[in-house]
């Protein structure tokens, strides 16, 4: 079965600063990964994907996310972030159609 | 596209009572919905598995007495919590799958439903 980790719980960055949100996963075949992003008492926002091709994949918002199969990895990006990136971000696997989730990081932006 | 919503958004009921949670693709036919349950600050767990017009697969753990979900068409899936109690207090939210294409190989979600039993 499909897991992911993601190591931080919470990170706090200054708005405009570059922020790196950590993703690894355990499947035996190539995955299915995604990145999300939850605001409080809200549903989750796609914030990029990555199926085949290109290992650096480009999202909405400034996001982008590289997948290393090396290193089981799927690190999200963002080279300057704003106040509205507060969240909470999921990292899952999609493997038979199903989807894990990891715990979520809880990124707090201060002026 | 790919637009899901969830209806209602949240929810208030007495313990005892059943509460019927709507799950819709507005754009597109879902072939597979998914049910998930979200505590307070923690990750989104995946309750059951349902198909149009065949019964939902359960996760590990999850009552199916419980949990009623219906799928009974390509764009509408159901969840009754039956006999509600506070330990059922959550937010749930669904996702849908499509049936090719596009939509084939990712979960779409809804907005979420805040449930409070009293």
């Known amino acids: 079965a499909q897991s992911v980790t993601q190591p931080d719980i919470h990170i706090t960055v200054s708005e405009g600063a570059s922020l790196e949100l950590r993703c690894n996963y355990s499947?035996?075949?190539?995955?299915?990964l995604f990145w999300y992003v939850q605001s409080p008492g809200q549903g989750l926002q796609l914030l990029l994907k990555y199926f085949s091709g290109d290992t650096l994949v480009q999202g909405i918002k400034g996001f982008e996310a590289e997948f290393k199969r090396s290193q089981s990895s799927f690190n999200l990006r963002k080279p300057s972030v704003h106040w509205s990136d507060a969240a909470e971000y999921f990292c899952?696997?999609?493997?038979?159609?199903?989807?894990?989730f990891g715990a979520g990081t809880t990124v707090t932006v201060r002026a | 596209g790919a637009v899901v919503s969830q209806h209602p958004s949240w929810v208030i009921c007495k313990s005892g009572t059943s509460v019927k949670i709507e799950c819709r693709s507005l754009?597109?036919?879902?072939?597979?919905m998914f049910w998930y349950r979200q505590f307070p600050k923690q990750s989104l767990m995946l309750m059951a598995t349902?198909?149009?017009?065949?019964?939902?697969?359960?996760e590990q753990g999850v009552e199916k007495d419980k949990f009623l979900i219906n799928h009974a068409s390509l764009t509408l899936s159901t969840l009754t919590v039956t006999s509600a109690h506070p330990e059922d207090s959550s937010f749930y939210i669904c996702s849908a799958r499509g049936l090719a294409g596009w939509s084939y190989n990712e979960q779409f979600f809804g907005p979420g439903t805040r449930l409070t039993v009293l």
């Open positions: 899952a696997v999609g493997a038979d159609y199903k989807l894990s």
């Open positions: 349902s198909n149009e017009g065949s019964k939902a697969t359960y």
């Open positions: 754009d597109f036919q879902a072939t597979t």
């Open positions: 499947y035996g075949a190539t995955p299915y």
